[in-house]
């Protein structure tokens, strides 16, 4: 999206070099998910409306798993954690060509901060008194462990103090530095280099920033915004806690969207999930990544659906699993234990129950009989069902892979098929019925006579 003609360019710095210790992960911590979307993702996405480039990422030496996620965007590696004024200076060569306008730094941790607060800081950046740095400020409930932000009389502020360092007057302030914030680019590296580390805890502080530019005559300001959006997380219980917020929000994104959720609190979406008008979500639904879902659908109860597309007026569950690859067409009925993958059913295709259907193509208006399996993987490949419209498979059948099955066909019930139907064909494939006219009564009298007789022995 593109910026307002009035505005001046944007560049962002992400800081994601901490290695988020209280994680005790493998992973680096902005690498953590939050429905389905790493928080890195978060930043970036909320981050795309404004239009910043070059946008780079700093972080340590071997997470390329956050160089990978941010790509197409830069990196630049701070090599050794020294605090965050130290690691925007790391981002020093990758921001080399860009001389004017605003550095926002944001943190890879802070997943929340929405693009219109980001909007409102940039606005006030570029107000006529041309505050060299403009902080993101928050009144959390508890600001034990923030860095407080000291105002001037001027509506302006005049210095950031870390919690570690301030006096007991310091720490009664309850405005407190959410570590996002907006910078001249024409002052923001001199003023880095002259930041130092003598402080509790021997750290580059960035927030020091503030003070270097009043005493270089500059004004600084803050906006403020709702303490939840800027929300850090640095544990596993911040983990969960920052799903449950971002679940919350986006339920009732949903509901003023025209989705109906029977119990909201018990369907889980991912960051991505797209919902069309009236659709109906019952209880205990999972949405993972990728799902779109257009109008008029019904998701019933216990569906869990990752990577598919569901068409309009589908019905889905209850307990449905859709994996990735799942196109569903418009009108569709997937029914009870019904797992769908890599596959696509045609316009009001049927299968209404206990059926695996993976790397198939079902044509419109075939039914699919219960218990039904797409024999699709041989322990060594994966092989394709192809299936044409308006057939009917009979229950239990089981499709070997590769195969063809032509339109209007019919499988009868518990057949095993390995070669290709043809259309219109009734194919049988199971063991003859033979039927043997009173054999069951004269097997029970027989054994009835021999059950006596050992029973007089004894
Ligand atoms: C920082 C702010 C504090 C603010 C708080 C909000 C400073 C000095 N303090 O403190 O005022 O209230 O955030 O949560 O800025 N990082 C690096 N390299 C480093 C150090 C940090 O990339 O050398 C990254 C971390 O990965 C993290 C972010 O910077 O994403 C913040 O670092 P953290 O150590 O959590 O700062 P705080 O002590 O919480
Ligand atoms: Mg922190």
């Known amino acids: 999206m593109s910026q307002s003609p009035s505005s001046s360019p944007i560049a962002a710095v992400i800081l994601a070099a901490g290695q988020g210790t209280r994680m005790k992960s493998r992973l680096p911590k902005v690498m953590h998910r939050i429905a389905s979307r790493t928080m890195i993702g978060h930043v970036l996405a909320n981050l795309a409306p404004l239009g910043a480039a070059p946008v780079v990422a700093v972080i340590a030496p071997g997470m390329d798993e956050v160089m990978r996620e941010v790509a197409p965007h830069g990196i630049a590696y701070q090599t050794e954690a020294l605090g965050t004024g130290h690691a925007v200076r790391a981002a020093h060569e990758a921001l080399a060509g860009f001389k004017a306008g605003t550095v926002l730094v944001l943190f890879g941790d802070s997943p929340f901060v929405s693009t219109a607060t980001l909007q409102k800081l940039i606005a006030r950046r570029q107000a006529a008194d041309d505050p060299a740095v403009v902080v993101l400020g928050m009144r959390p409930a508890d600001p034990t462990g923030y860095g407080r932000i000291i105002t001037d009389d001027a509506g302006g502020i005049e210095k950031i103090v870390e919690h570690n360092d301030a006096n007991v007057l310091e720490r009664i302030v309850d405005l407190c530095n959410s570590g996002v914030m907006a910078i001249d680019a024409a002052v923001i590296w ?50 969960a806690t920052a799903e449950a917020l971002y679940q919350q929000h986006r339920r009732c994104q949903a509901m003023s969207d025209g989705v109906t959720l029977t119990d909201p609190a018990t369907v889980y979406f991912a960051a991505d999930t797209k919902l069309g008008r009236d659709v109906v979500i019952g209880p205990n639904v999972v949405f993972g990544p990728g799902v779109s879902i257009a109008d008029d659908v019904q998701i019933l109860a216990f569906c869990h659906i990752e990577g598919a597309r569901i068409d309009s007026g589908a019905i889905i569950g209850p307990f449905a699993r859709l994996r990735p690859g799942s196109d569903i067409g418009p009108q569709v009925h997937i029914g009870n234990f019904v797992e769908t993958k890599n596959t696509k059913l045609g316009a009001g295709a049927k299968a209404n129950h206990l059926t695996y259907l993976g790397d198939a193509e079902v044509g419109a208006k075939t039914n699919i009989g219960a218990g039904t399996i797409t024999c699709n993987y041989d322990g060594f490949l994966k092989e394709k069902t192809v299936i044409g419209a308006g057939a009917f498979i009979g229950s239990n059948s089981a499709l070997v892979a590769p195969i063809r099955i032509g339109d209007g066909a019919m499988i009868a019930a518990g057949s095993v098929v390995t070669r290709d139907v043809a259309p219109d064909a009734l194919s049988v494939a199971r063991g003859q019925q033979v039927d043997k006219p009173g054999w069951a009564s004269k097997f029970r009298t027989a054994r009835a006579a021999v059950k006596a007789g050992l029973k007089a022995k004894d």
């Open 190 to 239: 001199p003023l880095l280099d002259r930041i130092g580390n003598d402080n509790a805890k021997g750290e580059y502080y960035l927030t020091d920033i503030v003070a270097l530019a009043r005493a270089a005559g500059r004004r600084c300001a803050y906006v403020e915004a709702p303490a939840e959006e800027l929300l850090g997380v640095n544990s596993r219980q911040d983990l």
